[in-house]
């Protein structure tokens, strides 16, 4: 099929993104109009030349140089209202793509620098995403990230603040950041917390470090979906316990080539995770700092790895199945999946 046509086509196919960074996502433009507002001197004041300080361009070696394309973006998310903008814009280009349902998180301790409580800031980011529910009929929840880098104190006011909006737009918390410098037993305290609440648990794991990491999430943490998981398959028996225990994996192409997670598309594991059986899913990870679409990652997916439309919507329900959501709410996305119509 040519490339627009497929394009195109996946477009239409109803999507859904469990994994998709607030400060990762926030377009350039909107970028310098908070800039402005705010009387904040950015490097560049045009979008073009902007582009490479918030964007994975050339090279990228390692998570760790991917991550600091956030620096730029961390001032700007300071207050209740930039919060809410850069919220509701990312239901609305998830709208676009035909993005049904999605779930975006971010690390609320990161936006305090003003004073903000953390409370504000989650409540800020709901505010967003229900705005944008309710203006574009994508369903959107929150997921805080707990960050590798911080103390255990920290963490864990994380972890309480969540807990008190559980079920009120937010529907899990998760533990982001430089996972090689931190392994994932590091956090035993702030988790053992987090299940005390009843909070579901998400973990990046094996994106930066070992498949030791994704055990330790599972078994130490509780996770029960892992961020990436892109590093699994140098544990053959923890594959197994995986597949046969369907923990979903959210996987991110795109940013998992960037990071080097997986050292080429020829290399990337994802059609062979989904061959033997694990519950594969898409997402995006971050749409400014990764320069994607819910869409593009799933065109690469049909274009490098052959994946066929039937598979694409295997893909799709995998994501609803695997999404921190009700019984009745994942039938609802399916109805609507189901009403896409194959091209003959
Ligand atoms: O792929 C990733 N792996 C680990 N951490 C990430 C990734 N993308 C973003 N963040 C981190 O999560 C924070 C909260 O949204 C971001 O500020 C960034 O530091
Ligand atoms: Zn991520």
Redesign the pocket.
Known sequence: MPEKKLMELIRRLPKVDLHV????SVRPGTAIELAKQQRIELPEKEIDKLLPHMQIAGECNN?EE??EK?QLI?PLLQTPESLELSAYETVKQAYDQNCLYMEV???PQ?HRQLGLSLDQSINAAITGLKKGEAAFGVKANVIV?C?RHHSTSLNCEVVEAAASFLGKGLVGIDL????AGYPAKLFEDVFALAASKRLPVTI?AG??AGPVNIKDAIEKLGAVRI??GVRLREDPDLLAAIAAEKIPLEM?PV?NIQ?KAAASWEDYPLRDYFDRGLSVTVNT??LT?SNTTITREYAILADRFGFSVEELVQLVRNGIEAAFLGEEDKQALKRKLETFVLPT
């Open positions: 960074h607030l400060d990762g998570l991917y991550l956030f961390g998180r971010f690390g990161l990230c960050l982001a950041g430089d996972e990046h994106e930066a961020g990436h991110c940013s990071t990870d971050n700092v």
